[in-house]
């Protein structure tokens, strides 16, 4: 009976060395989808960088289409009229020998035909001029508005794949726990059945056992929502199946330099805007300036009392002239004026955001700082546990085989492995998290691609 509760102790050592192992070290597999690769087919596929990236294209026509109004303005015209009854003139009766009088006469034919050529070339027009620098610089604003959004979607996705990777990690470690766990206690039942083992052992295992099929439970749970987060964020279909890297249990916190720039997106949007509105504001006030454009009109016109204009023997007189056209603006009840003060309000409210702004992300910085040394110090201290477990789950091995520990003593020690495990990961998540807030504080999130 004592040699056979020996060799069950020493099988018992040797799955349970196994088991450690496989909660240390988990082998990556390929064809898995890094950090760089999801971010990567994100900006190609999400719908709001495609999205920015047409109010981009859309911005360039518009350019496009102001530059149009200083271009030549050409059209045709064709034009039938029919006058369904003449205007009448009176003429005195002197000119058709009835002094005293006065002769109701018409004038005219029936039907009016012209057909015309019109162009337009502005000379001088300043808002229309500032209004072309307006659209370049709108166009601008829609290219920054594309950055803000690619670093957002990096920032999401990098956030979405960390948090998958945790639970992919966990996942893992409690698959092969429970792969362990199972066999030890099949063994457990055979020795309990030959009276090699007690009953409160197997309790325990079975206890463990469950523990670990419900942690299997949750963490594909979770990992199930966190991997759709992930695929809507990079545009991939919700049906597409694709894996991550496990995290190694001894990963090292990334090192991150240049924490002093203020390289933001949101500042370059709110200074290109109030640019914008200085542009607005010049080409408000250019509209007091006289504006100057040339007038040509080239055509033929026939007249006569029936509709057989383009038969043979209809006559068509050419008419054409040429001309300037001033205009000088005098008083627009004064719509100008109160279009003037609000941009100019417009200017100031974009000021006050910018300062505003510039002290929100020296404060965002501190506070991601902050967090990550404290997350980083955390993660050294998870780090020292984990060697702490495992070296108190191999001396507790060691009393097992010798008779002083019990199965009690080896469950617990194996949960607490488990847990100091469970714990790293969280606390390298946290570090990782806090990177990306001080990455993106800095306006260096793009480093990540």
Same mark, same amino acid.
């Given at each position: 009976m004592k040699e056979t509760t020996q060799n069950y102790r020493l099988s018992l050592l040797m799955l349970l060395s196994l088991l450690a192992g496989s909660m240390s070290f988990v082998r990556a597999q390929s064809g898995q989808m890094s950090l760089?690769?999801?971010?990567? =087919?994100?900006?190609?596929k999400n719908s709001g960088i495609l999205k920015s990236q047409l109010e981009i294209d859309r911005t360039n026509e518009k350019k496009n289409e102001t530059r149009a109004d200083y271009l030549p303005q050409v059209s045709g015209n064709i034009q039938l009229m029919d006058n369904l009854k003449l205007q009448t003139s009176i003429l005195p009766g002197e000119m058709i020998g009835q002094p005293g009088t006065q002769v109701a006469v018409q004038f005219g034919t029936k039907y009016n035909t012209s057909l015309g050529l019109d162009a337009k070339q502005v000379i001088y027009d300043q808002s229309l001029i500032y209004s072309m620098k307006l659209t370049k610089q709108s166009s601008k604003v829609s290219e920054i508005n594309?950055?803000?959004?690619? #670093?957002?979607?990096? =920032?999401?996705?990098?956030?979405? =794949? =960390?948090?998958?990777?945790?639970?992919?990690?966990?996942?893992?470690?409690?698959?092969?726990?429970?792969?362990?766990?199972?066999?030890?206690?099949?063994?457990?039942?055979?020795?309990?059945?030959?009276?090699?083992?007690?009953?409160?052992?197997?309790?325990?295992?079975?206890v463990n056992f469950t523990n670990l099929q419900t942690d299997l439970a949750t963490s594909n749970t979770n990992l199930q929502q966190q991997m759709m987060l992930l695929k809507y964020y990079?545009?991939?279909?919700?049906?597409?199946?694709? #894996?991550?890297?496990?995290?190694?249990?001894? #990963?090292?916190?990334?090192?991150?330099?240049?924490?002093?720039?203020?390289?933001?997106?949101?500042l370059e949007l709110i200074q290109a805007q109030r640019e914008v509105y200085s542009v607005t504001l010049q080409q408000i006030k250019a509209g007091y300036l006289p504006s100057l454009s040339l007038n040509f009109h080239a055509g033929v016109q026939n007249m006569q009392n029936d509709l057989r204009i383009f038969e043979k023997g209809a006559q068509w007189f050419p008419t054409?002239?040429?001309?300037?056209?001033?205009?000088?603006?005098?008083?627009?009840?004064?719509?100008?004026?109160?279009?003037?003060?609000?941009?100019?309000?417009?200017? @100031?409210?974009? #000021?006050?955001?910018?300062?505003?702004?510039? @002290?929100?992300?020296?404060m965002q910085r501190a506070n991601a700082n902050n967090a990550l040394t404290a997350?980083?110090?955390?993660?050294?201290?998870?780090?020292?546990?984990?060697?702490l477990a495992k070296r108190v789950y191999e001396t507790t091995q060691a009393q097992f085989v010798g008779g002083i520990a019990t199965m009690t003593d080896i469950v617990n020690a194996e949960t607490s492995l488990r847990d100091a495990q469970t714990n790293y990961?969280?606390?390298?998540?946290?570090?990782?998290?806090?990177?990306?807030?001080?990455?993106?504080?800095?306006?260096?999130i793009r480093s990540l691609n």
């Open positions: 760089q690769q999801c971010i990567q =087919y994100g900006l190609s594309a950055r803000k959004t690619e #670093e957002q979607l990096i =920032y999401d996705i990098a956030s979405a =794949y =960390y948090a998958a990777q945790v639970s992919f990690t966990q996942k893992k470690l409690i698959e092969s726990n429970l792969a362990q766990v199972d066999t030890l206690l099949k063994i457990t039942k055979i020795q309990f059945d030959n009276d090699a083992a007690k009953q409160l052992d197997l309790d325990k295992l079975t990079m545009g991939m279909s919700l049906d597409q199946n694709i #894996e991550l890297p496990v995290i190694p249990l001894k #990963e090292q916190a990334a090192v991150i330099t240049n924490t002093e720039s203020l390289n933001n997106t949101d054409s002239y040429i001309g300037l056209n001033l205009n000088v603006p005098i008083f627009d009840g004064l719509a100008k004026n109160s279009r003037v003060k609000q941009t100019k309000i417009q200017m @100031e409210q974009s #000021e006050l955001e910018e300062q505003y702004l510039t @002290e929100n992300l020296k997350n980083r110090a955390a993660l050294e201290s998870q780090q020292r546990n984990i060697e990961l969280r606390a390298l998540v946290q570090v990782k998290l806090g990177e990306l807030d001080l990455i993106k504080s800095t306006g260096n």
